[in-house]
């Protein structure tokens, strides 16, 4: 648009100087050829006018991220069930590639299997390990590795058509470009991860695992990215209800984003679990064995260290950090049934409440059976279906654009 202007600009410029030594140029027909000149930059204007962003493209990009988040928790879900079934480990190569074709014949397994064989895992746990078995926990790495793959299309290969469609506002590109970097930044970090429980520790005969840190940073970039991508599909879908700032709307909205912030935070400490296998030392609950507080609490010394790297204090915190959002999420429901709200707002607190009852139901359940893969992997499900209610809440309290 900026050039077309310029361009008839320049014409017009140049057309009065040409009549100030040209007559000629006086003619009718000349003058009709100026004003269709006009007529048609001007429709082109127009029409470059119309790719603005609107309601209907508004809903398109929501719905686009929407579906973008939805394949970031089917991320979330498989990864945690390839660390349940001790499966991240399986291949010891990162190709972008190449691994997208799974061996095919039996001497490319073979070759695959040797390869897996010459790490601690191996050596220290799996000894014994088939063929078949590993061709199992190999589909299941191989899986998640594909399933990123995708989650990394999804947002890339859209982003490049809605940007030359004109789909975007200026700050949308902006958000659109920090999740596509975020994306890449994901599958880097994952690999990063599986690094960790490949290295060679040879002071060290426990059970060879990724780092505790590396996986929360894993979990927790992802977790940014679901809530990133849900918050801004929501907000491009639902539209701002008109309520009062009343001191009491305000209130309930900062304690909603506290309340979100702790679910987020309790979700974060999970992986702390997973990374460290905590949720096997104690087995039994409210108690933590005969005690309320363990004698291991704070074993480690440094203190701090106890936080990250004792699996009775990350358990316990996971504990606290559970009941704590349990209580948090109960005091919002209370305290908005106080207040006047839209009805979408009302539904989105009481699916919070339930779901946040249920996943400690879900939480307590698999610390008393041993943390069984299936119902763990129902309760890892559990918080980001937590966490997703948490968002849909803040979506519908947010303030009206002005």
């Known amino acids: 648009m900026l050039l077309s202007s310029l361009r008839t600009t320049i014409f017009y410029s140049c057309r009065g100087v040409s009549k100030a030594f040209h007559p000629s140029t006086r003619s009718p027909q000349l003058r009709q050829w100026v004003v269709k000149r006009g007529q048609s930059t001007i429709t082109a204007e127009a029409g470059a006018a119309s790719t603005v962003p609107n309601t209907a493209t508004n809903r398109i990009v929501g719905r686009w991220l929407l579906g973008c988040s ?8 498989l990864g945690g069930v390839t660390r349940l079934t001790e499966s991240g480990l399986s291949m010891v190569d990162w190709h972008l ?11 490319e397994w073979e070759a695959e299997f040797s390869k897996y064989q010459q790490f601690p895992e191996f050596k220290i746990l799996n000894h014994d390990m088939t063929l078949s078995e590993f061709k199992f926990i190999f589909f299941m790495e191989w899986g998640h590795r594909m399933w990123g793959r995708l989650v990394g299309l999804a947002y890339i290969l859209p982003t490049v058509y ?3 469609k004109g789909y975007f506002t200026r700050s949308m590109k902006g958000k659109v470009l920090g999740l596509c970097g975020f994306v890449v930044f994901q599958g880097l970090l994952g690999w990063y991860m599986v690094k960790s429980g490949l290295e060679e520790k040879p002071e060290s005969y426990d059970i060879p695992r990724v780092s505790q840190y590396r ?4 979990l927790g970039s992802a977790l940014l990215l679901y809530c990133a991508s849900l918050w801004i599909g929501l907000t491009q879908l639902l539209p701002a209800h008109k309520m009062t700032e009343t001191r009491h709307i305000m209130q309930l909205k900062r304690f909603a984003k506290g309340t979100a912030g702790l679910v987020f935070l309790t979700a974060l400490s999970g992986a702390f679990v997973a990374g460290l296998d905590a949720g096997l030392v104690y087995n039994s609950f409210p108690k933590m064995g005969e005690r309320w507080i363990p004698d291991d609490l704070l074993a480690f010394s440094p203190t701090l260290k106890n936080f990250f790297e004792n699996p009775t204090t990350v358990q316990f915190d996971h504990r606290i ?9 109960t005091g919002l429901y209370l305290f908005s049934r106080r207040m006047l709200l839209p009805r979408r707002a009302k539904i989105a607190i009481s699916l919070l409440a339930a779901m946040a009852y249920g996943q400690v139901v879900l939480g307590i359940s698999t610390l008393l059976l041993y943390v069984p893969t ?18 849909w809440v803040l979506a519908e309290l947010r303030k009206m654009p002005k």
């Open 215 to 218: 996986l929360s940073a894993h």
């Open 321 to 329: 950090l559970g009941i704590s959002s349990l209580a948090a999420i």
């Open 374 to 391: 299936s119902l763990a992997a129902t309760h890892q499900s559990g918080s980001v279906a937590l966490l997703s209610l948490a968002i």
């Open 97 to 107: 590639v190449r691994e997208m074709k799974p061996p095919q014949s039996q001497a």
């Open 162 to 164: 809605f940007w030359k």
């Open 70 to 77: 939805g394949l970031v928790a089917g991320a979330i879900v």
